[in-house]
């Protein structure tokens, strides 16, 4: 999962966290209020929006504490907050999972590989961020402490179930990757299925959720269930993918509902707030031919985020190819320093540009998935060609064709003749453009960072 909970990176969706540039009230105006810790796995896609929202809880006047990997010490200081590193094997450095775990790259994408990543960056660390956690709370003597995690964080569980220690004030899940709760209206997580509420489909939903459970799913819940045990757990664990919604005292996911399955099952305490804002926080001159993107009568954007960009030749190098005779200007971000192969007379490379500088001048955005940067897209009322399968990919993608917006090829490698038919499709058609402007007027109604205030104040007291 995570944008997945093994993808590093976050699109460029939350690519403009890490100064804290999140809006809200200056710190000089706002009061003190609740003692806030911030709890972040140190993996860049789960890390950068939370150091957003610390930023902005710094603002309103709440004393924060942030609890990450030490590699992400500068950042969180930056933004005014407090940084106590992760303890023992909790402490790692997730910017290259890879070379931690160089035998992911050998497994394929789908639920293998989800649990592969939940076994070993999200389920392993939980004796020592439990620790932290406890450290944490011990510091504040005694004062109400609000914990605030992103999903993958699973450093509170053990309280929760049981184990002994402090227990926070309340405990507030943060959805930085699509939902991922079983349901009897939906298919399984990492399948990439839509939903069906048919009495039919739901009986097939509930097998198929068992049967993933079970089996696919079933040494990673083991394994879960050994660790929370070490921790002095003695209450039954929650299957790992429902637990981390379902746990804590709120869920607040960082999305519309518009873009998720609607669930008739899902529990009251998840919420959607909508998407962070982008703010400006990785600067970056604009090219030199960054006029002709303002001029251009019809702009396609490629990118391959920030996180799954190693090969090119998987989405990137096929966009470039397929539009090189098409009447519009390409512009491809490859997040990293880098140089293509071919590069078409109508194609501009460049390593960064601020999605909300470029966005508004796209009429279509190729992307592999990622959840940031698609929600970014949506906000911006860009319609999309998908193709990405790894980590929560097919999940986003799925989605965001689901509810209209998007053409999903739901392949990670797709041929040029695929790209450029549902380029044009996107482009001559109404359908997905309309419906991205829905979309974004839906964004626009909410507020996601007054919405955690609000939900930190109240749970605060």
């Not at 140190?42 to 957003?52: E, L, T, V």
């Not at 402490?145 to 179930?161: D, I, K, N, Q, R």
């Not at 819940?221 to 045990?229: D, I, R, S, T």
Request: hydrophobic share 45%; glycine share 10%.
């Amino acid at each position: 999962m995570s944008s997945g909970l093994l993808d590093h990176g976050a699109g460029e969706g939350h690519e403009a966290r890490l100064d804290g540039t999140a809006g809200g009230i200056s710190k000089e105006e706002a009061p003190f209020m609740t003692r806030v810790v911030v709890a972040a796995s140190p993996i860049y896609g789960h890390f950068a929006p939370m150091c957003g929202i610390a930023a902005d809880l710094v603002r309103r006047g709440h004393q924060v504490t942030v609890t990450t990997g030490s590699n992400y010490r500068g950042a969180v200081e930056a933004v005014g907050a407090e940084f106590a590193p992760l303890l023992g094997a909790a402490d790692f450095d997730g910017d290259d999972v890879p070379t931690l775990f160089p035998e992911i790259l050998s497994i394929a994408p789908g639920p293998e590989q989800i649990a592969f990543g939940l076994r070993h960056l999200f389920i392993d660390p939980v004796p020592d961020q439990h620790r932290t956690v406890q450290g944490l709370l011990a510091a504040a003597d005694g004062e109400p402490v609000v914990l605030l995690h992103e999903t993958g964080f699973l450093g509170a569980w053990p309280v929760l179930l049981g184990a002994a220690g402090a227990r926070p004030a309340a405990v507030v899940g943060l959805g930085v990757v699509p939902l991922t709760i079983s349901s009897q209206d939906t298919a399984p997580f990492g399948l990439g299925l839509p939903p069906d509420s048919s009495p039919e489909g739901r009986e097939r939903n509930r097998a198929a959720n068992t049967m993933v459970q079970e089996t696919l799913f079933g040494s990673t819940q083991e394994h879960l269930v050994k660790v929370l045990a070490s921790c002095g757990v003695t209450e039954q664990a929650p299957f790992v993918m429902d637990g981390m919604s379902r746990l804590p005292d709120r869920f607040l996911q960082l999305s519309i509902a518009q873009l998720d399955y609607p669930r008739g099952d899902l529990p009251d305490s998840i919420r959607y707030v909508g998407a962070l804002p982008a703010g400006a926080g990785r600067k970056a001159e604009l090219p030199t031919w960054w006029d002709e993107v303002a001029s251009a009568r019809r702009v396609v954007v490629v990118s391959q985020g920030t996180a799954a960009n190693v090969d090119f030749t998987e989405l990137i190098q096929p966009t470039l190819d397929a539009l090189a005779d098409l009447d519009v200007l390409v512009v491809a971000t490859l997040g990293r320093d880098a140089e293509l192969e071919r590069v078409p007379t109508n194609a501009r490379v460049a390593e960064f540009i601020p999605f909300d500088d470029l966005l508004p001048h796209t009429d279509v955005l190729v992307s592999n998935g990622g959840f940031g940067g698609v929600q970014q897209a949506l906000g911006h009322g860009v319609p999309m060609v998908l193709a990405g399968q790894t980590e929560d990919k097919a999940e986003v993608t799925a989605r965001a064709a689901w509810v209209g917006a998007a053409i999903n090829l739901a392949m990670q490698r797709p041929e040029a003749q695929d790209v450029r038919a549902a380029v044009e499709k996107v482009l001559t058609e109404t359908a997905c453009r309309e419906r991205a402007a829905e979309l974004a007027a839906e964004y626009a109604r909410h507020d996601a960072l007054t919405a955690i205030h609000e939900t930190v104040t109240e749970l605060g007291r």
